[in-house]
């Protein structure tokens, strides 16, 4: 994915380590954009749309003035990065790929795999063209030197095939991670992008309209 994927895995393992040094802490909101009884952010390259509810905090929001926006969210346990930003992919499955190879081949991590539906044992990936997401687990070596079992939801909508995309990066401790889901996909699902914005599914609902991929995990 670029140059997107790079800023992507960067900002994500940066909030990663702030994440393991101080998970629990209110983290710091970005002017304008609401803290503590939710707000919205546009993109300022890309006008997709992200809302948020009071229980989210704006760890940061910016746009590099080189065609990559990006917004992080935490709620004290997890947290959301929402990238926008150019991608040459014109299927989103290889947009997922994509993403989840240059987050698993970033420095620090380790096992970086798609994770199991624990009753059915198949591979939590659901998706299309034009939306794929998937739950992933890992390990990433903490600050104190010991490893942190960690999982995230991956997300990757294509806005312009072959041009850009959208990526929703979720993560949180795995012990906490089945826990935070329910928000994780509240705010994933309330992402509007495009013309087609309102009538995007709000629920737990996968891209191709099966289960909710992440019960399982």
């Given at each position: 994915?670029?140059?997107?994927?790079?800023?992507?895995?960067?900002?994500?393992?940066?909030?990663?380590?702030?994440?393991?040094?101080?998970?629990?802490?209110?983290?710091?909101?970005?002017?304008?954009?609401?803290?503590?009884?939710?707000?919205?952010?546009?993109?300022?390259?890309y006008g997709y749309q992200v809302t948020w509810g009071g229980q989210w905090t704006v760890a940061k929001a910016t746009t590099d003035?080189?065609?990559?926006?990006?917004?992080?969210?935490?709620?004290?346990?997890?947290?959301?990065?929402?990238?926008?930003?150019?991608?040459?992919?014109?299927d989103a499955r290889q947009c997922l790929t994509s993403a989840a190879q240059a987050i698993g081949g970033a420095q620090g991590v380790?096992?970086?795999?798609?994770?199991?539906?624990?009753?059915?044992?198949?591979?939590?990936?659901?998706?299309?063209?034009?939306?794929?997401?998937?739950?992933?687990?890992?390990?990433?070596?903490?600050?104190?030197?010991?490893?942190?079992?960690?999982?995230?939801?991956?997300?990757?909508r294509l806005l312009a095939p072959g041009q850009s995309a959208l990526v929703v990066t979720a993560v949180a401790p795995a012990a906490?991670?089945?826990?935070?889901?329910?928000?994780?996909?509240?705010?994933?699902?309330?992402?509007?992008?495009?013309?087609?914005?309102?009538?995007?599914?709000?629920?737990?609902?996968?891209?191709?309209?099966?289960?909710?991929?992440?019960?399982?995990?």
């Open positions: 994915m670029g140059r997107t994927a790079r800023r992507m895995v960067g900002g994500l393992l940066m909030a990663l380590a702030v994440a393991l040094l101080v998970f629990g802490g209110s983290g710091v909101a970005a002017a304008g954009l609401g803290s503590g009884s939710g707000g919205s952010y546009v993109s300022p390259d003035g080189q065609g990559t926006d990006e917004l992080e969210l935490t709620d004290g346990t997890g947290l959301v990065l929402v990238t926008g930003g150019a991608a040459s992919q014109t380790q096992g970086f795999a798609v994770a199991d539906d624990q009753q059915t044992g198949q591979p939590l990936l659901a998706g299309d063209a034009q939306e794929a997401e998937g739950v992933f687990t890992f390990t990433m070596d903490g600050s104190d030197g010991s490893q942190q079992s960690m999982a995230a939801l991956l997300d990757c906490q991670f089945s826990a935070e889901a329910p928000a994780f996909l509240a705010l994933d699902r309330g992402i509007q992008v495009g013309p087609t914005a309102a009538s995007a599914p709000t629920t737990g609902s996968s891209p191709d309209g099966k289960d909710n991929p992440l019960g399982g995990l």
